[in-house]
């Protein structure tokens, strides 16, 4: 089950907000005190609901996920009462856990597929990836880091260490929300009427990324780059490649968006996940901007400790971007996509960043987007063949120049075109300051123009947003197969 369908829109999300509005009268029932407000009902529900979610299109995956949080939830009741190396072996045991787990369905067939190509006959175990394993991994290490740092309170609840795992809103694509983000929030949070529409309205921006943009930009993507090379032109790969470069932006940003909606309208704060990346003006900007709760999760959790910026710090640099590439897929273009970013941005720390301030702005800004979009070409195939293949036709060395089909999908598309570059850059933030300027902050005009205003947009969106599902095939979000 994905967002972005119509059955989620309006059967699975109708059905969770009445149970989830009957839990939580049911809390203010049981609980007249605010203060000391339980919300154990709340929590079964969601907890209830996300396990539905999950088991919508892999059922048997449930299990294992309830194996990993019952792993988790007893490795971390060792930490919390264990004392010196106790602590540390029972840390080391628990993460090494979660990451066999992680290894053996994520990348077991891959290791198998290259023994055999170098000789060593291995066969392949055919094990299926569940999805989102990627994402609640991360989020289970990040518990018992928390923990054992002592920067979190252990969870001594297996149901409230099960809520954070499985949380639909957020469980199969992220963000991937730290623990000691949302400790304080599982056992005690309070949703305003503000939180709600605001929430709301998240949502429905994310919706209409994903939908109108998105959807769309998939469909001029996979025309240029899903077929085959014999017929691609040099202009032609440039267009599916640009085209892939926005697509990944809308979907994923857009995915992120829903989930912290969704977050927000039960009284969860996820950080940020996106905060315009293409507007960069360095590879490691682009980073900072771009898929920041993997890029915080690796800076605090493997390049600090490696020792950062203090010692070796482009061995901790290429050794974080290796495993970056490693966590999107088993797969040598992810490899060689972690890689390559590692590589550009080593050479930027002791390069460009020392000299930036003396570069024009917008010959950063094209270095930077020349770049990522390279990446994105590798990223996208899977196949080093066709990959090799469509670097030679985009530089030019094999095929035409250009034909009518690439002619077409700019000139049919333009208005797909247009939006999608303005809604890369920071238009909705802006909108947003120039009605405050309009209006006095904290006034009732205010108040009623940013509602109104907000009521309008995410009208608009649903009902162009659900005009498009139906009958659309092509919804998936991009992140959930990592």
């Not at 066709?386 to 094999?398: D, K, N, P, S, Y």
């Not at 006095?440 to 123009?449: E, N």
Request: proline share 3%; hydrophobic share 50%.
């Amino acid at each position: 089950m994905v967002f972005s369908d119509l059955f989620f829109l309006f059967v699975f999300l109708p059905a969770f907000a009445l149970c989830y509005l009957t839990a939580t009268w049911l809390d203010r029932l049981l609980s007249p005190d605010a203060m000391r407000r339980s919300h154990t009902s709340q929590n079964t529900i969601l907890v209830l609901f996300s396990l539905i979610f999950y088991a919508w299109g892999e059922p048997v995956y449930v299990f294992l996920m309830l194996f990993c949080v019952l792993l988790n939830y007893l490795t971390g009741l060792g930490i919390d009462r264990l004392t010196g190396g106790a602590r540390r072996w029972a840390l080391i045991g628990g993460l090494t856990g979660n990451i066999l787990i992680l290894g053996t369905f994520k990348y077991l067939g891959f290791f198998a597929q290259q023994l055999t190509a170098i000789g060593i006959p291995v066969a392949d175990p055919g094990i299926s990836l569940p999805i989102g394993i990627s994402f609640y991994t991360f989020q289970s290490i990040s518990y018992l880091i928390d923990v054992y740092r002592r920067e979190a309170p252990v969870q001594r609840r297996f149901g409230n260490l099960l809520l954070y795992i499985s949380m639909f809103p957020q469980l199969i694509a992220g963000p991937i929300v730290r623990y000691n983000t949302v400790a304080r929030e599982i056992s005690s949070r309070h949703v305003t009427s503000r939180d709600l529409a605001d929430g709301i309205y998240r949502f429905m921006i994310g919706l209409g990324k994903k939908v109108i943009l998105a959807n769309q930009l998939s469909e001029i993507s996979d025309q240029f780059l899903a077929g085959g090379m014999q017929d691609l032109t040099t202009t032609g790969a440039w267009t599916g490649i640009i085209a892939f470069t926005l697509q990944i932006y809308f979907d994923f940003s857009g995915y992120s968006d829903m989930a912290i909606g969704l977050g927000r309208c039960m009284g969860f704060h996820f950080n940020e996940n996106f905060r315009h990346p293409y507007c960069c003006n360095s590879i490691t900007d682009f980073w900072r901007r771009w898929h920041i709760s993997l890029g915080s999760f690796f800076r605090d959790y493997v390049y600090i400790p490696m020792g950062g910026n203090r010692r070796h710090q482009a061995v901790n640099i290429l050794v974080v971007w290796f495993l970056t590439g490693m966590w999107h897929g088993a797969s040598w273009n992810f490899i060689i996509w972690g890689v390559y970013f590692g590589l550009i941005v080593t050479l930027e720390k002791y390069t460009l960043l020392r000299v930036q301030q003396y570069i024009p702005a917008p010959l950063l800004h094209l270095y930077s987007l020349a770049l990522v979009v390279i990446g994105w070409g590798i990223f996208y195939f899977d196949d080093s063949n066709r990959m090799i293949r469509f670097f030679e036709i985009a530089f030019g060395q094999v095929g035409s120049l250009h034909d009518f089909v690439t002619i077409t999908a700019l000139t049919d598309n333009c208005w797909l075109w247009v939006v999608c570059m303005l809604f890369c850059m920071p238009i909705r933030s802006g909108v947003e300051n120039l009605l405050q300027r309009w209006t006095t902050d904290g006034s009732a005009l205010h108040g009623t123009v940013m509602l109104c205003s907000r009521l309008l947009i995410s009208v608009v969106l649903l009902v162009l947003s659900v005009s498009l599902l139906v009958g659309a095939t092509n919804n998936a979000f991009i992140y959930t197969r990592f």
